[in-house]
């Protein structure tokens, strides 16, 4: 079993930045791959970014490229996505996820780990 649980969500202007973290436990975290998913109101759940377990490789959304990196730290068990240049449809409920590779990931199976979401808001 892994144990997601996100942090770091809120309320912003356009423009601004925010720093989410997902901590995770209940295996080797170095071992797997991580991601981060959007989910705005009355649309489905989107792909945003994914990052390998040694943090050798990244992939990225289009709508976030440029804009968004992702980032982790295997000594805390904590991943990372820093926001930059936020703009209003970004904003969302941001889930963390936790698979067996970067593909699996961006899959978005619901077999994968997921966590509880955190919310953020872009204000125009």
């Known amino acids: 079993q892994v144990q997601l649980v996100e942090s770091g969500g809120g309320l912003v202007q356009a423009g601004g930045s925010l720093r989410l973290s997902c901590a995770a436990s209940?295996?080797?975290?170095?071992?797997?791959?991580m991601g981060w998913f959007r989910q705005a109101p009355g649309k489905e759940r989107e792909f945003v970014a994914a990052i390998s377990p040694l943090a050798s490789s990244t992939d990225y959304a289009n709508s976030v490229k440029g804009r968004f990196t992702i980032s982790r730290d295997n000594g805390q068990n904590t991943v990372y996505l820093q926001m930059n240049s936020l703009k209003p449809e970004d904003t969302a409920v941001y889930y963390c996820?936790?698979?067996?590779?970067?593909?699996?990931?961006?899959?978005?199976?619901?077999?994968?780990?997921w966590g509880q979401g955190t919310q953020v808001t872009v204000s125009s």
């Open positions: 996820a936790a698979a067996s590779s970067t593909a699996a990931v961006r899959s978005g199976d619901e077999r994968n780990y």
């Open positions: 209940g295996r080797t975290f170095s071992s797997s791959a």
